[in-house]
């Protein structure tokens, strides 16, 4: 952990990309008990009742399935409802009142347990399971119907549900704010160039629970890189990140568990503060 302090004392007495950034991934909510997505038991591996994701989750199948996907996304929600923040989250948390405005969270998670654990300084680049938005033509961001209630997946959406699940301007389908595999990142859903903003000033990005397998978060990482920040990748095994971090200096690899590499983080940081005032 000596490479690990050396990084943290730098970053932290810098005048300029002097910020902290945390990556997240589906791998931090583990331990809450919601499953990651391409892990051996994720939900991109085994799928659903009717089809794998990368044809299930996707707006062309949206299209002519609503009902269908509607029962997906409400499985989920309940799922995501059901569990609480875990220690990871709460450290993360502890992270953002230690280090105030020089720590940014960018999370490609849709659960929100994030925002539950108290983090304000977020960036949700695949969305969340708070909003809806139109699938037509209007495109209006929502709060999500709080006459539309979470359910088990063999239970029915109620007509009554379904007339809250239209666009109260249009009357199109409204759809989940979160992104589809055939979707492209956008500013306004998905924060695609605040976050690299952000990658572009930090001084050390730490990359958790994720395996890289989508392009932003690569972006991310890159993007860091190339204006002179440290790239932390601490997972617990290789992943997409791996190849290209490999041979690149102001790297660091530490493959273990997220909240134990958090907490080593946050022990850390709670010296250098405190030796700062």
């Given at each position: 952990?000596?490479?690990?302090?050396?990084?943290?004392?730098?970053?932290?007495?810098k005048?300029r990309?002097?910020?902290?950034?945390?990556?997240?991934?589906?791998?931090?909510?583990?331990?809450s008990?919601?499953?990651?997505?391409?892990?051996?038991?994720?939900?991109?591996?085994?799928?659903?009742k009717?089809?794998?994701?990368?044809?299930?989750?996707?707006?062309?199948?949206?299209?002519?399935?609503?009902?269908?996907?509607?029962?997906?996304?409400?499985?989920?929600?309940?799922?995501i409802?059901s569990v609480e923040?875990n220690?990871?989250?709460i450290?993360?948390y502890?992270?953002?009142?230690?280090l105030?405005?020089?720590?940014?969270?960018?999370?490609?998670?849709?659960?929100?347990l994030?925002r539950?654990?108290?983090?304000?300084?977020i960036?949700?680049?695949?969305?969340?399971y708070?909003?809806?938005?139109?699938?037509?033509?209007?495109?209006?961001i929502?709060?999500?119907?709080?006459?539309?209630?979470?359910?088990e997946?063999?239970?029915e959406?109620?007509?009554?549900?379904?007339?809250?699940?239209?666009?109260?301007?249009c009357?199109?389908?409204?759809?989940p704010?979160?992104?589809?595999f055939?979707?492209?990142y956008?500013?306004?859903?998905?924060?695609?160039y605040s976050?690299?903003?952000?990658?572009k000033?930090?001084?050390?990005l730490?990359?958790?629970?994720?395996?890289?397998?989508?392009?932003?978060?690569i972006?991310?990482a890159k993007?860091?890189?190339?204006?002179?920040?440290?790239v932390?990748?601490?997972n617990i095994?290789?992943?997409h990140f791996?190849?290209?971090?490999?041979g690149?200096?102001?790297?660091?690899?530490?493959?273990e568990q997220?909240k134990?590499?958090?907490?080593?983080?946050?022990?850390?940081?709670?010296?250098?503060?405190n030796?700062?005032?």
């Amino acid at each position: 952990m000596n490479q690990l302090k050396e990084i943290l004392e730098e970053v932290y007495v810098k005048e300029r990309r002097n910020i902290f950034t945390f990556l997240t991934g589906a791998g931090v909510s583990a331990d809450s008990g919601i499953p990651t997505y391409r892990g051996a038991d994720g939900i991109w591996v085994k799928g659903t009742k009717y089809h794998k994701p990368e044809e299930f989750g996707t707006y062309r199948y949206f299209k002519d399935h609503q009902e269908e996907v509607w029962q997906y996304t409400l499985f989920r929600k309940k799922m995501i409802e059901s569990v609480e923040p875990n220690e990871s989250h709460i450290i993360l948390y502890d992270l953002e009142k230690l280090l105030e405005e020089r720590f940014h969270l960018i999370t490609q998670n849709v659960d929100n347990l994030h925002r539950r654990a108290g983090n304000q300084n977020i960036y949700e680049i695949h969305g969340n399971y708070r909003e809806v938005k139109c699938s037509g033509g209007c495109g209006e961001i929502l709060p999500f119907p709080v006459d539309v209630k979470g359910k088990e997946l063999t239970e029915e959406i109620e007509p009554e549900e379904i007339k809250h699940l239209k666009c109260p301007d249009c009357g199109s389908w409204l759809r989940p704010n979160i992104l589809w595999f055939d979707e492209i990142y956008n500013e306004r859903t998905h924060k695609i160039y605040s976050s690299l903003k952000v990658a572009k000033n930090s001084g050390v990005l730490f990359i958790l629970g994720t395996s890289g397998a989508t392009n932003l978060p690569i972006e991310i990482a890159k993007t860091t890189l190339k204006n002179g920040g440290y790239v932390v990748d601490a997972n617990i095994e290789d992943n997409h990140f791996t190849t290209l971090l490999k041979g690149k200096k102001r790297v660091l690899t530490i493959r273990e568990q997220s909240k134990d590499m958090l907490q080593s983080i946050k022990e850390v940081l709670e010296e250098v503060v405190n030796q700062d005032q």
